[in-house]
């Protein structure tokens, strides 16, 4: 017999109770909160998770190619523009590689994804082939990480100036922008899903991915706590 679909409020509960599954549970994450980490181990981040920036956009690209509802295209898109640029402003990528030349890269070190460790390589890929063969609701479901993220940009916000002086604080500004777009970006998936996601089936399907997107995330973390913390 087919359990009850959760209603919309009891299935947004489900997928915001994922939250203690979120990465910045993981021991790697509470070192860096805590000033514990090294300049090895905070450069040693931010390379490794520049590769998993710089794919954002070309998940996103995924999603509109797999979509073909014109009005949530033209929803979706904004969030490529956030990443890339639009000409007026520079996006997220650029903010993060100058969050990298804070810290002691070069911005060519960065492309050439030459510091990425081979398991962060594993895991972003999985995420991008998800979101190229997956249908495109899926994929969007994937991103609902995103309702957990505005926490940890603040807590770098808060922390990081006391605990790594070194760090310039003009290099901080990808996470005082992705505040307020986070909260815009997590509005539009979550709709998107609670609409999608209807049967308990469904739910349980979507739970499973979000769960898979979480595994992703503290894959990244627990390959550079292995590199970086000895």
Known sequence: MNAEPWTRAQFEEQLRAKETRYHTHHPFHLMMNEGRLSREAIRGWVANRFYYQATIPMKDAAILANCR??????????RILDQDGDGAAEGGLEAWLRLGEAVGLERARLWSFADVLPAVRFAVDAYLNFAKTRPWQEAVCS???EMFAPAAHQDRLATWPRHYPWIAADGL???????????????????????????????????????FKLDILWTILDACQLAYCR
Request: no cysteine.
């Open 143 to 145: 991103s609902l990480t």
């Open 69 to 78: 509802d014109r009005e949530v295209r033209r929803r979706w898109i904004t």
């Open 173 to 211: 500004a990808y996470f005082r922008m992705r505040l307020s777009q986070a909260r815009r970006d997590v509005a539009d998936g979550l709709e998107l899903t609670l609409n999608h996601f209807t049967t308990r089936e469904a739910q349980e399907r979507a739970l499973e991915i979000l769960q």
